[in-house]
T-cell receptor, first 115, second 114 residues
Framework: AQSVTQLGSHVSVSEGALVLLRCNYS??????LFWYVQYPNQGLQLLLK??????LVKGINGFEAEFKKSETSFHLTKPSAHMSDAAEYFC?????????????FGTGTLLAVQP | NAGVTQTPKFRVLKTGQSMTLLCAQD?????MYWYRQDPGMGLRLIHY???????AKGEVPDGYNVSRLKKQNFLLGLESAAPSQTSVYFC?????????????FGEGSRLTVL
């Protein structure tokens, strides 16, 4: 069965610093991986996705993630944090054959950005 | 553009009471989902539907029932609420295209069971 593990439930960075949010996956088949963002009191929205094309995936708001099969990782990065990036970030993987788009989510990482 | 709308946004119940959460989407999506979000546990899939008149169980279906009588609506019911069902519930929808993984979420419904 597919699953994802997010390392670090809380991450704090200074404005302008590098953002690195970690996600490792477990899958017996080539995975389809996603990062979602949740701003306070809102639903989740898709940040970026990996669907077996390019291993470096660019998303919205300057975020990107790199799929590394050898490390079973899909870490999310942003070169320079902005105050507006403060949110909770979820890594996710499609379950099963993917036909129904059922997502399995990680436990989330809350990103705080300090001025 | 409303997208995915959930009602009510907040509700307080006593143990044993029943209630229904309504999800409506105006994007003509085939697939709809109900998730619950709890601190430190991420989102867990309760039930989902791949089309009008069809429903299926997710990871944590016990204590919940769902119905999809109309394509645009997906109802989540609690027949006898328990404190363990205190949570934030999210509805989502997606196109009937496999492996896109792009779900559109509502803003959530916060339920407290006393």
């Amino acid at each position: 069965a597919q699953s994802v593990t997010q390392l670090g439930s809380h991450v704090s960075v200074s404005e302008g610093a590098l953002v690195l949010l970690r996600c490792n996956y477990s899958s017996s088949v080539p995975p389809y991986l996603f990062w979602y963002v949740q701003y306070p009191n809102q639903g989740l929205q898709l940040l970026l996705k990996y669907t077996s094309a390019a291993t470096l995936v660019k998303g919205i708001n300057g975020f990107e993630a790199e799929f590394k099969k050898s490390e079973t990782s899909f870490h999310l990065t942003k070169p320079s944090a902005h105050m507006s990036d403060a949110a909770e970030y979820f890594c996710a993987v499609i379950q099963g054959g993917g036909a129904t788009n059922k997502l399995i989510f990680g436990t989330g990482t809350l990103l705080a950005v300090q001025p | 553009n409303a997208g995915v709308t959930q009602t009510p946004k907040f509700r307080v119940l006593k143990t044993g009471q029943s209630m229904t959460l309504l999800c409506a989407q105006d994007m003509n999506h085939e697939y709809m989902y109900w998730y619950r979000q709890d601190p430190g546990m991420g989102l867990r899939l309760i039930h989902y539907s791949v089309g009008e008149g069809t429903t299926a169980k997710g990871e944590v279906p016990d204590g919940y029932n769902v119905s999809r009588l109309k394509k645009q609506n997906f109802l989540l019911g609690l027949e006898s609420a328990a404190p363990s069902q205190t949570s934030v519930y999210f509805c989502a929808s997606s196109l009937a295209t496999s492996n896109t993984g792009e779900l559109f979420f509502g803003e959530g419904s916060r339920l407290t069971v006393l």
